[in-house]
């Protein structure tokens, strides 16, 4: 089995006693490769402000993954060399675009030191709206012209915080496949961070996937949860979607709080394919635990 999961903030908690990898968000038991998001919210600060952030953050992943002997993947054939060879892996992304406006030579430079993956927003900026803001004015201008220039470095564009009206803006915008790196289903809990069916088959059909997060507020209605909330956003996957879309998506060090059974001592994804093989066949597990992601980025990266 060969562990991949589409959305992990740890870049946030890197620290001289801290480091981008630990036993909590890397698996203890299979090869695994993580997507690093760098977080980067709007909250009213400059673009300018925001651009070094991310700078910042790359610089960080980059000393990091050369540290910790983390194998930096950027194209299908080091993603085919890491699987393979059972090698511990990473894709760079970025989690809130804001201030890289088009025409910007970041983007060049950026995709140059690794990024593969973006989501637009965060919080609502200048690119878009977010889930949470009840004035959607979905995708701006610069939101869909930075869309093209992303489409067209073969950047992977990420739904997962986008409103419902930025969400189709951006299918309209783009024929490539999207991915929702950290988003769950809405028919099952109605947070509007979660992805309603109409979204989610949008997704599946263009050949996308989406992230299961295990965030018990995106997970149960209650803000509470345990395996079995987890089993029934997969059962609707299943049933909904079929066995292709769903990959691991739980975005650790991004939430405060785990189901029952998770904790900050171990890792998060042994425990999670340990929990789905109580129910599921192990061909469905390999899928769900990391498959489907492989199968996903070899066709897009």
């Given at each position: 089995?060969?562990?991949?999961?589409?959305?992990?903030?740890?870049?946030?908690?890197?620290?001289?006693?801290?480091?981008?990898?630990?036993?909590?968000?890397?698996?203890?038991?299979?090869?695994?490769?993580?997507?690093?998001?760098?977080?980067?919210?709007?909250?009213?600060?400059?673009?300018?402000?925001?651009?070094?952030?991310?700078?910042?953050?790359?610089?960080?992943?980059?000393?990091?993954?050369q540290r910790?002997?983390?194998?930096?993947?950027?194209?299908?054939?080091?993603?085919?060399?890491?699987?393979?060879?059972?090698?511990?892996?990473?894709?760079?992304?970025?989690?809130?675009?804001?201030?890289?406006?088009?025409?910007?030579?970041?983007?060049?430079?950026?995709?140059?030191?690794?990024?593969?993956?973006?989501?637009?927003?965060?919080?609502?900026?200048?690119?878009?709206?977010?889930?949470?803001?009840?004035?959607?004015?979905?995708?701006?201008?610069?939101?869909?012209?930075?869309?093209?220039?992303?489409?067209?470095?073969?950047?992977?564009?990420?739904?997962?915080?986008?409103?419902?009206?930025?969400?189709?803006?951006?299918?309209?915008?783009?024929?490539?496949?999207?991915?929702?790196?950290?988003?769950?289903?809405?028919?099952?809990?109605?947070s509007p961070?979660?992805?309603?069916?109409?979204?989610?088959?949008?997704?599946?059909?263009?050949?996308?996937?989406?992230?299961?997060?295990?965030?018990?507020?995106?997970?149960?209605?209650?803000?509470?949860?345990?395996?079995?909330?987890?089993?029934?956003?997969?059962?609707?996957?299943?049933?909904?979607?079929?066995?292709?879309?769903?990959?691991?998506?739980?975005?650790?060090?991004?939430?405060?709080?785990?189901?029952?059974?998770?904790?900050?001592?171990?890792?998060?994804?042994?425990?999670?394919?340990?929990?789905?093989?109580?129910?599921y066949s192990?061909?469905?597990?390999?899928?769900?635990?990391?498959?489907?992601?492989?199968?996903?980025?070899?066709?897009?990266?």
């Open positions: 089995m060969y562990i991949v999961d589409t959305h992990c903030d740890s870049l946030l908690t890197v620290s001289a006693e801290r480091g981008l990898a630990n036993a909590h968000n890397i698996s203890a038991k299979y090869p695994h490769l993580q997507l690093f998001a760098e977080f980067v919210p709007c909250q009213g600060m400059p673009a300018e402000y925001r651009r070094k952030k991310i700078f910042g953050m790359t610089d960080v992943y980059i000393a990091e993954c910790l002997g983390i194998f930096p993947v950027r194209d299908t054939q080091e993603l085919n060399y890491a699987v393979e060879n059972g090698l511990s892996a990473s894709i760079l992304a970025i989690e809130g675009g804001g201030g890289l406006l088009p025409g910007s030579p970041e983007i060049d430079m950026l995709h140059r030191m690794g990024l593969r993956v973006m989501s637009l927003c965060w919080d609502s900026n200048e690119l878009a709206a977010s889930a949470w803001d009840k004035d959607d004015y979905g995708l701006t201008k610069e939101g869909g012209d930075l869309v093209d220039i992303l489409s067209a470095y073969g950047i992977i564009l990420d739904v997962s915080h986008l409103s419902d009206k930025a969400f189709y803006d951006l299918l309209e915008r783009t024929a490539y496949p999207v991915i929702a790196t950290h988003s769950n289903f809405r028919d099952v809990c109605a961070r979660n992805l309603t069916l109409d979204m989610a088959k949008r997704i599946a059909m263009r050949g996308g996937i989406i992230g299961l997060n295990i965030y018990p507020a995106f997970l149960s209605d209650s803000g509470k949860a345990n395996k079995d909330d987890i089993y029934r956003h997969v059962d609707y996957a299943l049933e909904k979607l079929g066995e292709d879309v769903l990959c691991f998506g739980c975005d650790i060090d991004g939430i405060e709080e785990y189901p029952e059974g998770f904790d900050n001592d171990s890792s998060i994804h042994d425990r999670l394919v340990d929990i789905l093989l109580e129910r192990e061909n469905i597990v390999e899928k769900i635990a990391g498959l489907n992601a492989i199968n996903f980025f070899k066709g897009n990266l």
